[in-house]
Each structure stands twice: as structure tokens, then as C-alpha cells.
């Protein structure tokens, strides 16, 4: 009860001291200041006027008056009291209110913060898990070559998402720039600079694809639907809209309309899905074709194969430009990198939704100057001489495979060949970097990171495709009783690609796991540990965290504090040393990495680029799994056909996806 400066002076006779009567006390509790106790008792008697005026309830007397009507008084601006009297109908009707105001704020709480967004997070995974299967019935009904589902159909879906996708986009980023003023989090691992960077690159030869089937289908304008033209036109505003939301948005971590955010960002996640497979099918449908025709001129059975119903030889009519046939042929070579692009999009959006309302560590590290191309040598050197030895490899093996059956055998012995010496030496370059990290004994990153787990679950995914195309080949390799000269090559070759991608799996992983050295207690080996805590005089590193203003400038006048200022910018990590046994250094200001450190550079640099060399040559149709007639001749074409067109989209995402985390750990190690 706030009482004005009369009611606490002139309080009559319906306030007063405390008073105790029969047995009981009756207490009045007035907030904030002024606790006035009051007789309950004789508020059931008449007040004076006076002493109405002072508590403010201007309610009109009568003779049959009973007790004050607190409800006016407050209403009024008077007395704001509860009454504690376990005898007072009022106290005992006030004390259950609040219990029930205190159990509906509870329940509320639970309601708007715990559980919908749990529920929101299954309930939006489960929306998008609908649109995918939703759209990969529509492919295989397509694929099926009745007319009862046409391309149109699946286009006309995916438009609509892609659509849906850019409203969602526009409304994000039109809600961002509202909210200029505010600074949201960002999740510094989220869709790093070199990711993005790569990214663009692929979704410029994307809007090439674009450009060259606008130019195809504008040639068959006459005997096509609008929907076949119009979907080119979109994708290609939806892949420009898409790039500048990823470049200025991804990091992002989402705190407010969170539910509806969930919802926007998975139906992100799962139209780049769909346009994923909607692209492998495509490849695969073309890459069967020439398949195809490749067997029949050489003489061999005519395999019955499904065409889409999108084929260029469907087509009612003529091309009315003369650029048609280049635009086709060109699609071919621009559909791997379509592909790669969609997925990649998808996973750093996964990313995002996982953000999404995540609380962030704001402690970043302030890692050490050092020099990146410092002892870098036989990795690069190697890895371009593999990059040399697979363009070769492709051109001969792309020309050969269509000629005479003798060199066409020479072909894939060839190929099998180069793949047994190239995975050879990325199993003992995962092992080299493997033993390495057990010398060291760098501990274990634990923290919660979405995308380094979400790295790691695409790497194992990835790797069931080849394992089961690998493992497949072994079982036909065993059991055939046909005897061409490249059988024991293949039964190597496939034995090696599920022991490298055992080993490079371990590598990448515990590459992202392990902590820096700058992070971790004294105890590593090295020759470089000393200089990781060293700190040249003229750099300032910047403060984290709160600062004692009594140690600033102690490097002017005195330099054997210089240990005690580290430990308060941040520039060391743990651990209790001696400052004798830390010097500063004398020469450059970058340190120079230890031995250890060079040679795990360099054994990222080559399997950056030995990945790279083995995405090149699936990616562009060098398949000896379909040639080579083992595989077919033990499970027959129509199941080795559909494992070779589930597996080897797989294998092509798990290289390119060993060619960003490489990346990552080679700027970390």
C-alpha cells in the first residue's frame, strides 16, 4: 500500500500501531516502504471520515456500513495491501491467486520456450521430409516414361519451392534490415570465407547451366511447355538470391520468430535437396543414354534402359536456332558442378536451422601469426602431378572406352591402375598424419559445434555409397567366371577405396577435433611450443574479457612483466610456466611452425589435391563400373545400374566434401 504524505500522517483510527486481538495477529503488508499493521476488527467498525479521507477511499458511508472495501481503495490509488490473517477470507482468497498466478507463469513459461521449440524443430524436419518425398515420387513417376506424370509436373513443384524459398529469403532479410540496430550472434564456424568463396564459383557455372537450357529450350518453344522454360528463369533468380543470403546471412543465429524461422530455413535445406536430385537424376539419364549408344556400336546387347521424358529425341520438333546442339552437348559437362553447388547449400543451411536459438561462446581465440606456405613443398608438388596424371587419364580413357573391345580393355586397366597408385598413397598420407596427431598428444575439442558435426555425420554418410559400390565389386570379382585381364586390378582397387576412406575419415576428424596448440596445456611436443606463447614487443594483441586497468602500460617501463600482460590479452591459454622459459622472439614476428606441423600442411595440401583428381574423373564419365561387365554379370544390369546411380552421387558429394574440410584443417593445423 503506497500512502500518501496526509494518509501516513493522519491515519485515524482505522490504522495504527500493531495490535493484538484474540490470540491472533492481523498484518497488513504495504509496499515498497511502509508496513502499517491493522486490526481487522476494527475495520468492521465505523471509521471517522477523517480517517477515510486519509486512506484515500472516497466509497460512501451508511449506516449499515461493514468493512472498508479495499478493492476501491485501490482502484482509487490507496491502500495496495495483502492481508496475511489466516482468518481473513481476503488473505486466504489473495494467497490461492497467487499460487494459481504463479503456476500459470510456470506453465507458460514451459509452454512457449521448452517444448515448441523442440516441437517446432521435429514438426519443421518432418515438413521437410514430406517435400522431399513428395518431389522423389514425382522423379520416379517421371522416370517411368508414361505420360500420366510429365516433367512439367516436377518442375511446376520445384518451382513453387524455389518461390516459396525466395518470399521467405526477401521477408528475412527485409526483417534484418529493420532491425539494424540490433546486433544478433554469428556462429564463426558457420560457412567460413573459403567455403562461401568456392561456393560462388560453383553457382556461377550454375547460372551458365541456366543460360545454356534457356537458349536450348527457347529452340523447342514451339513444342514445349511454358513450365520448361519458365523453371530455368527461376532457378537462376533463385541461385543470384540465394548466394547473397548465404554470403551475408548464414552465420546468423536466429533468436527471435523462431518457430516460423525453423520452417523458412528447413524448407531451404530440403528444395536444395530436391534440386539435388532432381540434377543426379538428370545426369543419370544422359550418362545412361550415351551408355547406351556406346554399347550398341559396339556390338553388344542393347540393354533396356528408362529414358525421361524430357530426352532430346522425345522432341515433336525442330530446333529453330542453330545453337541447340551446343547447348545440349554443353548441359553434360555442367551438370556435376549444379549438382555439387545444391548440396553444399543444403548442408550449410542445415547449419543454420541448427543455430537457431543456440547460445554462442563468445571466446575466440587469438591464434598465433604464423606463416602458411612456410615448408610447403612436397605436398603441392605431388598433388599437381596427380592433378596432371588425372586430366591424362581422362582423355585417354574417354577415347578408348568407345574404341575396339582390346582397347577398351586397356583403358580400364589403366584407369585401375592409376587409382591403386593414387589411393595407396592417400592411405599412407592419412597414416603419416594419424601417427603424427598420436605423437603429439593434443587433447580432444569436446564443445558443441553443429557444423563440425554436421562435417563429420556427411563424411560417414557420404562413404556408404563407394563402400557399398567397393564391396559389391569384391563379391563379383570372387564368384565371376568370366577371367578379363583388369579382374585382380579391380578387386585391389575396390579393397583400397574403403581402406582410404576408413583412414582419410580418422584424419579429417580428428584434424577438426583437436585443439590448436595454443589452446591446450604445456605438454605437447615440438620444437615450436616455446614461440606459440611468445609475443613480439610493438604487437597489441586485442583485450578479452574484463582487464585490470592497473597493469596497462607496464610493458613502457618495465619488460619482465611481460608473461602476467599475455596471461591478461589473452595470449595464453593455461598452464603454469616459468618467464625464463618462454623467449621473446628476436627475429621475425611470425612464428615458424615446428617439423610436425609442416608435414601435416603438406599431407592436407595432397589430399586436398588428390580428392579433387578423384572427383574429376566420375564427375566427367570416366565409370569403369559400367564398363568393365564384372559387377553386371553377377547382380544383372537393372540392380547394378540403380546401385551405380545411388553410389556414385555419393562418391562425387564425398569428394568434393573431403576437398572443403581438407581445406579447413590445413588453415587450422
Given amino acids: 500500500m503506497v500512502l500518501s504524505e496526509a494518509s501516513q500522517s493522519v491515519l485515524g ?75 481473513c477470507s481476503s488473505s486466504s482468497s489473495s494467497s490461492t491467486s497467487e499460487k494459481e498466478s504463479k503456476l500459470f507463469k510456470q506453465w507458460k513459461e514451459n ?47 520445384i518451382t513453387t519451392l524455389m518461390i516459396l524459398q525466395l518470399l521467405w529469403m526477401l521477408w528475412y532479410v527485409v526483417r534484418k534490415d529493420r532491425q539494424g540496430s540490433l546486433v544478433s550472434e554469428k556462429d564463426a564456424h558457420a560457412g567460413t570465407s573459403w567455403v562461401r568463396g568456392g561456393l560462388t564459383l560453383l553457382a556461377l557455372l550454375s547460372l551458365i547451366m541456366d543460360a545454356f537450357r534457356i537458349g536450348y529450350y527457347v529452340g523447342y518453344r514451339s513444342c514445349i511447355s511454358a513450365v520448361i522454360v519458365v523453371y530455368p528463369v527461376v ?13 551475408f546471412h548464414i552465420k546468423d543465429v536466429i533468436k527471435r520468430y523462431k518457430t516460423f524461422e ?76 549444379n549438382i555439387e553447388y545444391h548440396i553444399i547449400v543444403s548442408a550449410m543451411l542445415f547449419v543454420m536451422w541448427k543455430n537457431i536459438g543456440r547460445t554462442i561462446d563468445h571466446h575466440d581465440s587469438h591464434k598465433k601469426s604464423t606463416s602458411r606456405r612456410a615448408g610447403l613443398i612436397f605436398g603441392p608438388i605431388m598433388g599437381l602431378l596427380v592433378l596432371a596424371s588425372t586430366i591424362g587419364v581422362l582423355v585417354v580413357y574417354s577415347l578408348h572406352v568407345e574404341k575396339s573391345g582390346k582397347m577398351r580393355e586397356s583403358a580400364i586397366v589403366m584407369f585401375y591402375c592409376y587409382g591403386i597408385v593414387i589411393l595407396a598413397l592417400m592411405c599412407s598420407a592419412g597414416v603419416t598424419g594419424l601417427l603424427i596427431y598420436r605423437a603429439e598428444g593434443l587433447p580432444m575439442d569436446t564443445s558443441k559445434n553443429p557444423s563440425r558435426q554436421l562435417d563429420g555425420g ?67 611436443t615440438g620444437t615450436a611450443t616455446p614461440e606459440i606463447f611468445s609475443v613480439a614487443a610493438s604487437m597489441s594483441p586485442p583485450y578479452d574479457g574484463i582487464v585490470n586497468r592497473a597493469y596497462d602500460g607496464q610493458d613502457k617501463c618495465c619488460s619482465g612483466h611481460r608473461d602476467s600482460e599475455q596471461v591478461e590479452n589473452g595470449q595464453v591459454y593455461g598452464g603454469n610456466r616459468k618467464p ?47 564398363d568393365n561387365g564384372l559387377e553386371q554379370e553377377t547382380f544383372g544390369f537393372p540392380i547394378w545400374s540403380t546401385v551405380l546411380n545411388f553410389a556414385i552421387p555419393l562418391g562425387l558429394f564425398y569428394r568434393m566434401h573431403c576437398v572443403a574440410s581438407l581445406f579447413e584443417v590445413f588453415m587450422k593445423v
Avoid at 240 to 246: A, G
Fill in 580 to 626: 625464463s622459459e618462454v623467449p621473446l622472439p628476436v627475429g621475425s614476428l611470425k612464428n615458424k611452425p615446428s617439423r610436425k606441423r609442416q608435414i601435416l600442411r603438406n599431407i592436407a595440401v595432397f589430399l586436398f589435391m588428390c580428392n579433387i583428381s578423384l572427383w574429376i574423373l566420375p564427375a566427367f564419365g570416366v565409370r569403369p563400373q559400367f
Fill in 262 to 337: 525453423r520452417f523458412g530455413v528447413i524448407h531451404a535445406v530440403f528444395t536444395n535437396l530436391l534440386l539435388w536430385c532432381s540434377g543426379v537424376m538428370s545426369e543419370a539419364e544422359h550418362y545412361m543414354s550415351n551408355h547406351n549408344r556406346r554399347l550398341s556400336s559396339l556390338g553388344f546387347v542393347n540393354h533396356s534402359i528408362t529414358k525421361g521424358a524430357a530426352e532430346e529425341s522425345d522432341l515433336d520438333c525442330n530446333c529453330t536456332t542453330s545453337a541447340c546442339t551446343m547447348f545440349s552437348s554443353s548441359l553434360y559437362y555442367l551438370y556435376p558442378f
Fill in 13 to 87: 483510527y482505522a490504522a495504527g500501531d500493531s495490535r493484538k486481538c484474540r490470540g491472533r495477529w492481523d498484518v497488513w503488508h504495504v509496499a515498497p516502504e511502509n508496513a502499517i499493521d491493522v486490526d481487522c476488527n476494527r475495520l468492521h467498525s465505523r471509521p471517522s471520515p477523517n480517517a477515510l479521507k486519509a486512506l484515500g477511499a472516497e466509497t460512501p458511508l451508511s449506516n449499515n456500513f461493514g468493512p472498508i472495501c479495499l478493492s476501491d481503495m485501490v482502484e482509487h490509488g490507496g491502500l495496495d495491501v495483502m492481508c496475511l490473517n489466516k482468518y
Fill in 235 to 247: 532457378h537462376a533468380v533463385h541461385t543470384i538470391s540465394q548466394v547473397h543470403f548465404l554470403w
Fill in 458 to 524: 556427411m563424411l560417414l554418410g557420404a562413404s556408404v555409397g563407394p563402400w557399398l559400390m567397393s564391396w559389391c565389386s569384391v563379391v563379383a570379382v570372387a564368384v565371376t567366371h568370366s577371367n578379363p585381364q583388369y579382374r585382380w586390378c579391380s578387386l585391389v582397387y575396390a579393397l583400397l577405396v574403403v581402406v582410404e576412406k576408413y583412414v582419410q575419415n580418422l584424419f579429417i576428424i580428428e584434424s577438426l577435433y583437436r585443439k590448436d596448440d595454443d589452446e591446450h596445456s604445456p605438454g605437447s
Fill in 111 to 157: 509452454l512457449t520456450e521448452n517444448y515448441p521449440q523442440k516441437n517446432a524443430e521435429i514438426l519443421s524436419a518432418q515438413y521437410g521430409t514430406i517435400l522431399l518425398l513428395i518431389g522423389i515420387s514425382l522423379m520416379l513417376a517421371v522416370t517411368n516414361g508414361e505420360h500420366s506424370v510429365k516433367e512439367e509436373h516436377l518442375l511446376s513443384f
